[in-house]
C-alpha cells in the first residue's frame, strides 16, 4: 500500500483525510492500515464516514464494526444515513422506486459523503477499493465500449466541494486484504448485500481470478496497460466544469444534479 500512496501521491502534507468506512472488510482493512503506516504523522489527520443505507440484515451489523474499530483506533466517527438525510431507508426507496437498488445507493451514498467529508473538513476521501476491483472496472468498461466511464476513473483536477478522492489499496489484491485482516485480527463480514446483482461484473471477476491464477501478475498487467493509455483517454474525454445543482448547489455537470433527479422521481422534493 504505501508503494501506490508514493506514486500517486495519495497523502501529503496537511492533509485531513476522511476514510469511506462501510463496515466491510476492504474499508475496515484500510481504516486499520492507514492510522498504523500514518497515523503517527503530525501533518495528517484521519477520520471515518459511515454511510448507513437501511438495508436490514445487512448494514447494522457492519455499522457496527464501523464504530468498534474506530473506537479502538481512537478514530473520529461520523455516522450519516439515508434515513436522516432523505427520509427513507434505501429497503422503502427500492419497493417504492422504479430503478434499480444499486443506482438509488451509488448517487444517494457519494452524495452524502461527498457532502459530509467537505463539512467536516476533509481535502481528500480514501475508499478501500483493491486491485481486483480496479482491474474488474477497467476491462468491464473496455469489454462495454465505455471509454467515457473508464477515463472518468483517472482524477484530472480539482473542482471546487468535490472532494478527491483517494484508492490506496488500488495496488493490493483482494486476498490480500482478507490476510491483513486474519493477521491482524480484524472483525470482517462477508455477507454480500441482499441487492447486489452484477452478472457481468462477476463473469470478468470470474475470468481474472481464473487468468491470474493460471499466469500470475496479469492483473497489473491491466492496471499498467490502463496507466499508459491514461493521456489518451484524458484528451478524448478532458474532465467536465462542474456547476452547481439548481436545486440544492452541489456540485454537479449538468443543471440538476443526480440526487436531486431521484429525489424528485421517489417525491422526495417537489420541482417541476
Ligand atoms: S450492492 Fe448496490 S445496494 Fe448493495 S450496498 Fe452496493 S450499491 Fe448499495
Known amino acids: 500500500m504505501k ?27 484500510l481504516t486499520f492500515a492507514l492510522k498504523k503506516l500514518y ?23 457492519t455499522v457496527e464494526i464501523a464504530k468498534k474499530i474506530t473506537s479502538n483506533l481512537e478514530m473520529e466517527h461520523i ?22 437498488p444499486c443506482t438509488y445507493c451509488g448517487v444517494f451514498r457519494k452524495y452524502l459523503l461527498n457532502r459530509t467529508a467537505r463539512e467536516m473538513g476533509a481535502t481528500k476521501l ?9 482491474t474488474q472496472t477497467i476491462l468491464l468498461n473496455f469489454l462495454q465500449g465505455d471509454i467515457e466511464r473508464l477515463a472518468r476513473l483517472i482524477p ?21 486484504v482478507v490476510l491483513y485482516c486474519l ?6 463480514d ?24 493460471r499466469y500470475p501478475g496479469r492483473k497489473y498487467s491491466v492496471m499498467r496497460s490502463f496507466e499508459a493509455l491514461q493521456d489518451c483517454f484524458k484528451a478524448i474525454f478532458p474532465q467536465k466544469d462542474l456547476t ?20 424528485r422521481e421517489l417525491g422526495l422534493i417537489d420541482i417541476d
Not at 40 to 47: G, H, T
Not at 126 to 134: F, P
Not at 192 to 202: L, T, W
Request: net charge negative.
Open 190 to 213: 462477508m455477507e454480500e448485500c441482499p441487492y447486489s446483482q452484477f452478472p457481468v461484473r462477476a463473469a470478468v471477476r470470474d475470468f481474472l481470478y481464473d487468468f491470474e491464477n
Open 126 to 134: 480514501a475508499t478501500g477499493h483493491n486491485l481486483d476491483d480496479e
Open 39 to 61: 497515523g503517527k504523522r503530525r501533518d495528517v489527520e484521519f477520520f471515518a464516514i459511515t454511510v448507513d443505507e437501511g438495508i436490514a440484515g445487512y448494514r447494522p451489523p
Open 244 to 263: 452547481r445543482c439548481r436545486i440544492c448547489g452541489e456540485p454537479t455537470p449538468k443543471d440538476m444534479c443526480q440526487t436531486c433527479i431521484l429525489k
Open 3 to 29: 508503494y501506490a500512496v508514493k506514486k500517486y501521491n495519495m497523502i501529503e502534507r496537511n492533509n485531513r483525510i476522511a476514510i469511506a468506512l462501510s463496515g466491510g472488510k476492504d474499508s475496515t482493512a
Open 156 to 176: 484530472q483536477r480539482v473542482q471546487e466541494d468535490l472532494i478527491m478522492r483517494i484508492k490506496p489499496f488500488r495496488e493490493v489484491y483482494e486476498k490480500e
Open 183 to 188: 493477521l491482524n485480527d480484524i472483525d470482517v
Open 79 to 100: 455516522v450519516v444515513s439515508f434515513r436522516d438525510e432523505f427520509g427513507m431507508e434505501l429497503d422503502e426507496i427500492v419497493r417504492k422506486g422504479k430503478k434499480k
